[in-house]
T-cell receptor, first 111, second 115 residues
Framework: GQSLEQPSEVTAVEGAIVQINCTYQ??????LSWYQQHDGGAPTFLSY????GLEETGRFSSFLSRSDSYGYLLLQELQMKDSASYFC????????????FGAGTQVVVTP | DGGITQSPKYLFRKEGQNVTLSCEQN?????MYWYRQDPGQGLRLIYY???????QKGDIAEGYSVSREKKESFPLTVTSAQKNPTAFYLC??????????????FGPGTRLTVL
């Protein structure tokens, strides 16, 4: 079966950097995605990695190491509005067309 | 504006009643999905459809049913067979080809409470 692991909660102060790790066990790995969800809201897509390396989108970056079955989302210059849950999700060729989501990491930003 | 709409935002039903949640998209996406989210939990896939008139069970399909008669619409029925239906239900869509499956667009969700 497939499994994804990410920390349940991370707390940091405004202006800091937070790294959310995601390790996965899948067969037929195709790509790793990240989503943000504010409390009570809908998830929104942040980034996607299919190849090893770092993808940067403004203050957020995402990294993938296929050989280590590992990725992370890096949040820089944290702002209060970044307080939310962050989910990693994998797409595999074995389950083509659907994403398997992790349980999510709640990021709490304090003043 | 293009997007996904779900209605209603809040829904209350008595135990034993079937209820249908609406999901409509005007993004011209081929693929649509239904997820269930319980407090403090991740997203669990109920059903998905990659094309009109076709759909597949997800990880927790028991007690749910769907139809996909039109590209724009993917309604979900929560039947009385679903043991614990109170949850937040999210509908999503994606373009439906290749790498685009990684990017799903979500509706605002329906919070269902069964009394």
């Amino acid at each position: 079966g497939q499994s994804l692991e990410q920390p349940s909660e991370v707390t940091a102060v405004e202006g800091a950097i937070v790294q959310i790790n995601c390790t996965y066990q899948t067969s037929g790995f195709y790509g790793l995605s990240w989503y943000q969800q504010h409390d009570g809201g809908a998830p929104t897509f942040l980034s996607y990695n299919a190849l090893d390396g770092l993808e940067e989108t403004g203050r957020f970056s995402s990294f993938l190491s296929r050989s280590d079955s590992y990725g992370y989302l890096l949040l820089q210059e944290l702002q209060m509005k970044d307080s939310a849950s962050y989910f990693c999700a994998v797409l595999t060729t074995d389950s083509w067309g659907k994403l398997q989501f992790g349980a999510g990491t709640q990021v709490v930003v304090t003043p | 504006d293009g997007g996904i709409t779900q209605s209603p935002k809040y829904l209350f039903r008595k135990e034993g009643q079937n209820v249908t949640l609406s999901c409509e998209q005007n993004l011209n996406h081929d693929a649509m999905y239904w997820y269930r989210q319980d407090p403090g939990q991740g997203l669990r896939l109920i059903y998905y459809s990659q094309i009109v008139n076709d759909f597949q069970k997800g990880d927790i399909a028991e007690g749910y049913s769907v139809s996909r008669e039109k590209k724009e619409s993917f309604p979900l029925t929560v039947t009385s067979a679903q043991k614990n239906p109170t949850a937040f239900y999210l509908c999503a869509s994606s373009i439906g080809e290749g790498v685009s499956y990684n990017e799903q667009f979500f509706g605002p969700g329906t919070r269902l409470t069964v009394l």
